[in-house]
């Protein structure tokens, strides 16, 4: 008697995003099963991927990825082009670290000439972060929304304390919006909530739960982001299935063990190769658990998650 592998199907399904303007449109989500799982279900929309890069220096950056940039990190927008144009990005995450005030205090129309400035000369989806300061995001990326208006970016991150403002920013310019919380399902789905309440659009919402590093903490970052796509798709929850972002460069590359060099560990072997497989095996990890955008750093961790895309396509 042949043997019928059992197959499971979900009622649920992830929304679609689509991002960027022409013929350079990124779509990711999409899907009504479990992750590259297309033999149960509609998986057709590979993850995809975003180079960071800053608008000021990485000099906080180890140097095994900041010399892949040494010679266009000092400016934005050459730094995106060499992305685009060098390492065939499929989309540029600009973070707007300096506008943090511990870190620049960089103004809002500063950060806002700096966005159109990098827009102007790409061609690929644009995502805009803050620097992660509560207040000031609140007063950046509203300034930021404001010169893409209308140009199918993702504007990030609205938090529990400001998504009022950001989120506001967004509708008003007709952009894509990511939610943060705190590593908890609960939580994401309440700020999913008051952020669709408001009368933002729940399509164009991506769901960042936060995420750790590898040995940081991901076994905790895989089980919510887990049950966030496990509700979305067993329990049909219309304020979970959005898709999901992974912010991997900003939390691998500050840990040790990509810091370390040789000479303080040598047991561990080459710092190079060792930063590299940090960077994507936590970009795999996140992608198992569900996560269909990520941020990177480095174009070998990057090409890595490419081909394990591919091969899991």
């Known amino acids: 008697m042949a043997f019928t592998a059992p197959k499971e199907t979900f009622s649920g399904k992830v929304y679609n ?28 929309n590979k993850p995809a991927i975003a180079y960071e890069i800053q608008d000021i220096p990485p000099d906080d950056w180890p140097e095994t990825v900041k010399s892949v940039y040494s010679s266009v990190g000092d400016d934005p927008v050459k730094w995106a082009k060499y992305c ?67 140009k199918n970016c993702i504007l990030g991150k609205a938090q529990e304390t400001n998504f009022k403002t950001i989120a506001a920013a967004a509708m008003a310019n007709n952009l894509k919006l990511i939610a943060m919380s705190e590593l908890d399902i609960n939580l994401s789905k309440q700020l999913n909530i008051m952020i669709t309440q408001m009368g933002f659009d729940k399509e164009k919402l991506i769901i960042d739960p936060m995420c750790s590093a590898l040995g940081y903490g991901i076994e905790y970052t895989y089980s919510v982001m887990e049950r966030i796509r496990l509700a979305a798709l067993t329990q049909n929850d219309v304020t979970m299935q959005q898709p999901m972002y992974g912010d991997v460069g900003m939390y691998v590359w500050k840990i040790k063990e990509v810091q370390a060099g040789e000479d303080a560990e040598p047991d561990w072997g080459s710092i190079k190769e060792r930063s590299i497989s940090w960077e994507a095996l936590t970009a795999t990890t996140l992608l198992m658990s569900g996560t269909e955008l990520l941020v990177m750093r480095h174009p070998e961790a990057v090409k890595a998650v490419e081909s394990f895309v591919d091969e899991m396509m």
Do not use: C, M, W
Request: net charge negative; proline share 2%.
């Open 17 to 44: 995003v689509d991002i960027g303007l022409s013929d350079k449109i990124v779509n990711f989500g999409g899907a009504n099963t479990l992750s590259f799982h297309s033999f149960e279900g509609e998986y057709t």
């Open 84 to 150: 685009q144009d060098d390492l065939n990005a499929s989309a540029i995450a600009l973070r707007l670290s300096g506008t943090h005030p511990d870190n620049g205090d960089l103004s809002a129309d500063q950060a806002a000439e700096t966005v159109r400035k990098v827009f102007d000369n790409i061609n690929v989806p644009l995502i805009i972060l803050g620097s992660n300061h509560i207040e000031k995001d609140s007063e950046v990326l509203v300034k930021a929304a404001e010169v893409v208006k209308d």
